[in-house]
Structure formats: C-alpha cells, structure tokens
C-alpha cells in the first residue's frame, strides 16, 4: 500500500463537517477504492466543527492560508465558500505551490475560474471541484470525461433547491410565493436573505460553469443573463397547469448560430418532462448532445450528498487520476461569443390584465402581429367575482416560436396603447 | 503533443460502425480533450461498416484475435458481443499480452467479468466497458468514481429499451403484448428472436455488471433471480394505472441483512416518480446510498449513443486515466451471499381470476391471513359482461410489506383450494 494522501482541509460547517466525517468513518473503504489510504491531517477553522460529534481539535488551526500552503499535507480541500478571500487566497497559496486543490466553491469558480485553472496548470497542480454544481449529482465529472465524442448543444437544469421548493410548495399548495419562502427559510432552505437564490445568482454562477465544461469554453459569469422568481404568481402556476406547463427556475447554456447563450430565468417545461416533475430541493441537469440526450437527477445541496463528490474527487487525486478542470488545457479553452439575449429564440407564455374595453383583444393580437408573433393560443381568464367589473381581465398567450427582441418591442407597444392595468409578466418556454 | 493512441478496432455493426465514424469524424477534438491524437489503425470484421459512408477498406482485416494481440495498436476495442468466442478469445489475446481493451460486451462482462480482471491485472493492462451497461449513460463511471464514500444499498433500473418500449406501448395504446412485440420487431428494437430481451436475461447481465460495482463484489449473473415480461396483460396494466403504478421490467440489485438480492421482473413502481415515468427505449438508473439518490436518464442503446460511451472509455486511456474496471482491485472483490429470493422483503400486486361461488373471497383472504399478509387493498373488478355470467371475476389484491415465502405458500394454499379459474398473476412492487 503506498503513503497516505494527507488532507488539510478549510471550513467546517455543513459540507466541511460531513466531508471531514465521511474521510474518518470511510477511511478503510476509501484505501481499497483509491489504493491508498486518504488522512485527514488538519482543519482550519475558527469554530468548531458544526457537526459536534465530530473532534477534531487536536488537528485545527485557525488560518486557512497557512494550512494550505504548509507543510505536512498533500492536498488543499477549500470548503469556506465565496468568492473572495481568504478562499481565494488559500486556493491560490496551494495551487501557487503546485498543491492540488479540492474545492466546493461554485463563485469562486465562476468568478475566478480562468485565472485559477491557468496558475493550477503552471504548476501542475490538479484542481477538481465536482461538488461546484449539483451537489452531489456527477455532473461535472459527466461533461468533462463522460460523454466521448458527443458534440454538445445544450446544457440546463434545476440548479437551485430553494428556488425549486419554494415553486414546488406555491403549485402543490396553492400558497403565495412569500409565505413559502418563509417556510423555506424556516426549514433550513433558504438563507435570512435568500436574494443569491431567488434572485437566480446562484444558479448563474453554476450554469456559466457547466457552459465552460460543455463548449470548452472560458467560465464567463458576466455573460449569463439572470432573471429571479420574485415575479412568479400562482396565477402563473395556475395557467401552466392549464396549458400543460411547470414553471422551473433553469439554468440553460446552449450553442446557438451566435455563439453562447446563457441565461436564468423562471421556465414553462412541459408536465410528464423529466425535469418538469422533479419537486422540491431536487436538482437535474440535461444534457443535449448529437449523440446522445442524458438526465441527471439528485441532491443539489446537504452535508452528506455534497461530501460525497468532495470525497469522490480526492478519490480521484489520491488513484492518480488526474484531469484539467476544464476537460483540456486552458490554452485550449475558447473565449466563447456571448448570444446577446435579444437573439434568443423560443416560445413565450405572457399573462397580461388588461383594461376591459371593447378592442383591448385586437389591441394585443395586433401588436404581436406586427412583430411577426405567432399565437399557439390566447385565453381570457373570466375577471374575479369578488373584484369590480371594471378590475382588469387576465389574458394568457402562449406563442409559436419567435425572438426576444420583437416580444420586448410588441409588449412595449401594447404598454403605450394603455390597455394594460399592470405590467405583463412574461416567461420563457424552453422545449424538451 | 504526445504520440496517437492507436485503436484496433473489432465488430463493425451499428455500434462498431458509430465507433469508427466518431473517432473519425471528431478526431481533432478528441485530441484536445486527450492530449494527444486517438486514430483508429485497424478493423477487423468479416462484413464491411453497417455505415456505408465509412471507407475502412484499407485498414480492414478479417481475424479479429490476430488484431487483438498484433503489433501496431495500443488499445483494443471489441464491438462483436457475445459471451463466447471470437470475443472472448479477442480481449483475452489483448488483455495477455497486457493490451489494454476497451468493451461494450455485457455478457462477456456478466459471464466472465472475474477472470477477465484479474488476467488485465496480472499483465497490467486497463480494462474498461461504459457501453456495456445503458448505453451512453455514465452509470459505471458514477458508481465506479462517482460517488466518494457513500455506502450504496440499493441499484436499480430500466435496463432494456425494447422491454420499456413494448410496456409504453401497452399501456399508453391498450394493445396486447404480441401486438407491440411485433411494432418494436418491426422498428428494430426488438430481435427477430426476442427471448433475451423480454425474457429478462439482458437486463440480468447488466444488473449484476451494476451490482458488481455498487458492492465491491465478484460479478455473479447466475445469481439473479429472472422473470420476463411476456406474462403481463393489459389487465395488469390497467389495474396498475387505477391504483397509482406503472408497470416496468427493472433490475434491482440490493443489500440486505443476509447479502445481496439480485433479481429482474416486471415491477410496479409509483406514478410520477421518475423512474415510474421513464417511457419508450429509454433507460434509466437510480442508486440509493447512505449519503445521496441518484437517477440518471438515457440512452441505453443505439449506435451513437453507445459509442460516445466507448469513446469516453478510450479518451480515459488515452489521458493516462486508470481505474481498475470494477473500482477495486480484484482481490479485494468480496464474493456476495446470495440472498435467497424467497426472502424478498416487499409489496405485492396479486391479481386472480376467482371462481364465482360464495366463500371466494374469504377463502383467498384466509389463506393470506394464515401466512400473516396484510393486504392494502382488495379490488374486485365486475365481471366482463360478454363473458358468461360463471366466467371468473377478476380480484386484484394490494399487499403491505411482506415476504415471497409467504406469498408463495399463501398463493399454493388457494391454488389447492381449487378458487382459481387461472394460475394467478404476481407483480412485486419496488419502493421509490
């Protein structure tokens, strides 16, 4: 049996505690997968494990910077999280000194990707980070080694727990978007302030990382057009329902004429879809490809199911097994165009409340008409009993194909006609 | 730019001919993901590629072993199927001389996985086979690399399309199983001979392949229980459809208490759950462990499919990437206990075509009763009115957990009761 792979690991909340759990209960099945035992040296952390059966004070120390570029351990595993220090200088000392890295931190990533992978790479450091996206589902591991040949054409998924619960509750229990987003932050969901993922941020950092694995491409956050699920009603889920739709936070990246897309944004998926009936903080990735259409489904967060894709690419460190970040060499990696978003291309369901006047109708279809907006169907929601019989009337449309650039025009125009009492809500379908 | 890793290649039918055509056509790619050229040098097949547009007139041999254990190739790639010779002979030849192989081979794997691996470990030789279990999913990979230290006590699965597609068609069309036999027959899904499909043995060969990994044990396909599905009705599937199931060929490979349980048989398994919803050649696998559940969706056959998973079996190679084909070494395979089918822990569907006196159905509750049966549900279906009005009633029955002991001694005890107009049809009911 050759030496142990000796492990310094920084951060000991959920994901520290149970990875740092899971290397001492599984040590001896962990030696047989990757023919040498894995030790966990030393932590760093200024608390205690969160986890507190777990002691592990004869081995912590307080500075994670200088536990990643000390001595004594064989690999860095970086589960502080966010984007700036001291993760990223603690990264950086490790990789600085050709240590390889293990890490969680999908902004990190996101953010600083490019640059990372490049100092990893001179000084020919591994630098795996399966448990960025997904949790525990491989998806990383999938695009980078799994999938051959095949030339990929899109890639998006349910990349958020909360945002799904939070959606999955409003559909389920016909409860407004605020009082399950209580509930999700009571239940451990959501954070005190859930803006990173309602807001969609989250799932932007994760989709543009996917994008670069899938298209070889450079990690560019900045190009990932974000919109939250502030704005999803139950009126929204209500005429999904009807018209044979689930609404889902996505994140989707998809090689388009232009270059690139990326984009999050609240989604109609059909219902019976596979990523349409995922509930709850289950997440699923898609990926399109010219030879092959897969579907990954599983935990997007939690301890243990995170801990197990840490685990598994220190595995992967400690066999010998070595891989760029990336998938190919950083020379190799593209500096993809950005598809502007006003070229996407899809269906779109709008619901508008519009004034009840006679004309409102031939207002609306006119203006889509005018755009070239092809109609699938468009239904006049009977107005709420209880409301005045001059309150708006719901109209939902649902279109054929067409671009984001004449739906922003034909909607505007119809706003300058004054037959809307509100603003249209307005989300993007996304085919099987 | 390293040296090419040479490809001698053998078998060019549907999948051969992909293989050939991927490595081709996406050469320049593969190079950079690989870090250096994979060019295919050598085929051998009697037959010219199934893909007509392939030109491999110039580098086609007839002799596959001689291809196998020639000079001039680094790695070899064995496409022919079957358990027994020429393949086997083949990737013995290569796996001798310590040539790495790369297979899709399920029975070979099945039949001879253990003396396979250990020849590839004796002479150092890699020995990879994705393909051979669903297709161009990466299901070996995620339970070989996948999964760190999780503890997996349960795998599962859609493991053969033409079973799904047959069962899709069944229930979704209300046609008999002859008549879809025929449709799939005449689309290629199914043989001219169906009997390995539908008979369960090809979804055994794989499960016990998925088996293997998710337990660090020996491959033993002589262990799996199998039923097919040639004795499912529409009966059944109806009845499955009122009381909240769809009725699916699985293979499931669990631990228990005693050891491992591995069986094939049509299985009722929830609406709505993914697996439940899986239709078509489809396949689908789900793993439960102690840190995660995991269902990944796809392809499990099919020419470019199938050969994105080889591909990515041969980029490993070439990468330098090494992982002993089951995840462990081969002395550290445990040989499993066979848990006893008749030990089966589980629901059940009992379906029954009682004879119409009094008594009927007290006596077929007894009898359950006696073997401490609970039932969930006992639906008694009126009788067909074209039929007479003597003609049996049918009577489904829904049990709580159980074991088939039990339901064996429960169903021989009615049987001698002489109740049956029919011998009565058992559907095992697996949990999410």
Redesign the interface.
């Known amino acids: 049996m050759e030496a142990p792979l000796r492990v310094g690991l920084a951060g000991l909340g959920t994901v520290g505690s149970a990875v740092a759990g ?2 001492l ?2 040590r001896d ?2 030696a ?2 990757a ?1 040498r035992p894995i030790d966990l040296v030393a932590v760093a952390s200024k608390d205690p494990p969160r986890d507190q059966s777990l002691d592990l004070s004869q081995i912590r120390t307080a500075d994670p910077v200088a536990l990643a570029k000390g001595s004594g351990i064989d690999v860095f595993v970086e589960l502080m999280g966010g984007s700036g220090d001291p993760a990223k200088a603690a990264v950086e000392a490790a990789l600085g000194i050709g240590r390889p890295v293990v890490t969680a931190n999908k902004a990190l990533i996101a953010k600083h990707g490019t640059p990372l992978i490049k100092l990893a790479e001179k000084n020919n450091a591994a630098f795996n980070f ?1 448990a960025a996206v997904g ?4 998806v990383i ?2 695009l980078r ?7 990929i054409s899109r890639v998006y998924g349910i990349l958020n727990g909360t945002c799904n619960y939070i959606l999955t509750q409003m559909q389920k229990e016909g409860r407004s978007f605020e009082d399950c987003l209580k509930e999700a932050q009571k239940l451990g969901y959501a954070e005190a302030d859930p803006t990173f993922d309602i807001g969609g941020f989250d799932t932007a950092h994760k989709i543009a990382i996917l994008a670069s694995l899938a298209f ?1 491409a450079e990690v560019d956050a900045d190009a990932v057009y974000v919109e939250g699920i502030q704005s999803i009603t139950l009126a929204d889920l209500e005429a999904a329902d009807d018209l044979g739709y689930r609404v889902k936070l996505l994140g989707v990246a998809v090689k388009t004429e232009t270059g690139v897309e990326q984009r999050v944004h609240p989604t109609m998926v059909p219902k ?1 879809s ?1 990523i349409g ?1 995922i509930d709850g903080v289950t997440n699923a990735v898609a990926i399109n ?11 997007g967060a ?1 301890g ?2 995170t ?10 460190l400690a ?5 760029a970040p990336f ?3 950083a020379a ?1 990696l593209t500096k993809a165009v950005r598809a502007p978003m006003l070229e996407h291309e899809g269906g779109y369901y709008v619901r508008l409340a519009a004034v009840d006047k006679p004309g409102t109708a031939a207002t609306i279809a006119g203006r889509m008409a005018e755009q070239g907006i092809s109609l699938e169907s468009i239904v006049q929601h009977r107005r709420d009993k209880k409301k005045s019989s001059d309150a708006p009337a719901p109209v939902v449309l649902i279109t054929y194909g067409t671009n984001e650039d004449a739906m922003r025009n034909a909607l505007n125009a119809i706003k300058k006609d004054g037959v809307l009492a509100e603003n249209p809500q307005v989300i993007r379908i996304e085919k099987n």
Chains 1, 2 share one sequence.
């Open positions: 899971m290397l209960r599984t099945k962990l047989v997968r023919g399966e949790g525990g589902i491989p591991k999938t080694e799994g999938l051959g040949g095949a030339e070889g019976g596979v009936e490809s010219d030879a092959l259409d897969l579907t990954l489904v599983g935990p939690g243990a199911a801990a197990s894709a840490v685990v598994a690419d220190l595995v992967d066999s010998g097994r070595r891989v998938g190919r060499g190799k």
